[in-house]
């Protein structure tokens, strides 16, 4: 009984797209002031909330080079373990305090590497302790529903399953957008997106202890 009882929970997990599903696809603007288009809008990424499905957790490696995280913006699922490869010859120590998903890797260079796995779902800020202006963001989604934006601004997430979901635009600047949208049992439905970054202004942001980066820092 045990073993036909795991043997469906593998099924279960393990399961291919639905038959019934759709593909969901849209373009996403991403405006800065005077409705100039934003250079940086394929950092944007879509996603749909609500469908239940358990993806093997997919993650990513976010490099530490020339005092930035590369890429900028990544996004894996739950489960998933992001790489953070240090190749500078410096001491980098990202961290985030982004609620449950805060973490810290320490101190460590080239050519060292430390990861973390992400089991929340939501945007991850991330930082360097020691280099201020170093800032990125892992996006982690509970299903594999997502896609990012391609430099003509088109994105597409197929496969995602027949009903009626909430589906989040987000890029940094603007914070995230939704709309609903009813995904058929084929074919493809359409949503698009106009992110407003022109009231977006930097700001400092605490180091991993919760103070202000020392003044006049060398980096
Ligand atoms: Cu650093």
Redesign the pocket.
């Known amino acids: 009984m045990r073993g036909a009882w795991l043997q469906s929970v593998a099924v279960v997990l393990c399961a291919a797209p639905p038959a019934l599903a759709g593909t969901l696809q849209g373009q996403v603007a991403v405006l800065e002031k005077d409705g100039k288009p934003a250079q940086d809008a394929d950092e944007a990424v879509v996603w749909v909330e609500g469908p239940k499905l358990r993806a093997r957790p997919t993650g990513s490696t976010v490099a530490?080079k020339s005092?930035a995280f590369v890429p900028r913006v990544t996004v894996v699922t739950v489960g998933g373990k992001v790489e953070f490869p240090n190749q500078d010859a410096?001491?980098?120590?990202v961290f985030s305090v982004s609620g449950e998903n805060r973490f810290d890797l320490e101190l460590y260079k080239k050519p060292k590497s430390a990861f973390k796995v992400f089991e929340q779902p939501g945007v991850v800020r991330i930082y360097?302790n020691?280099?201020p202006q170093?800032s990125g963001f892992v996006l982690v989604r509970d299903n594999p529903f997502w896609a990012r934006v391609g430099a003509d601004g088109k994105f597409s997430v197929p496969d995602v399953p027949a009903g009626t979901w909430v589906v989040k635009a987000w890029h940094e600047r603007s914070g995230e957008s939704a709309q609903s949208v009813e995904v058929g049992e084929a074919g493809v439905v359409e949503a698009s997106f106009t992110l407003d970054a022109s009231k977006f202004k930097r700001a400092p942001h605490k180091n991993k202890f919760g103070k202000d980066y020392a003044a006049g820092e060398k980096?």
């Open positions: 530490m005092k410096i001491f980098h120590n360097c020691i280099h170093m980096y």
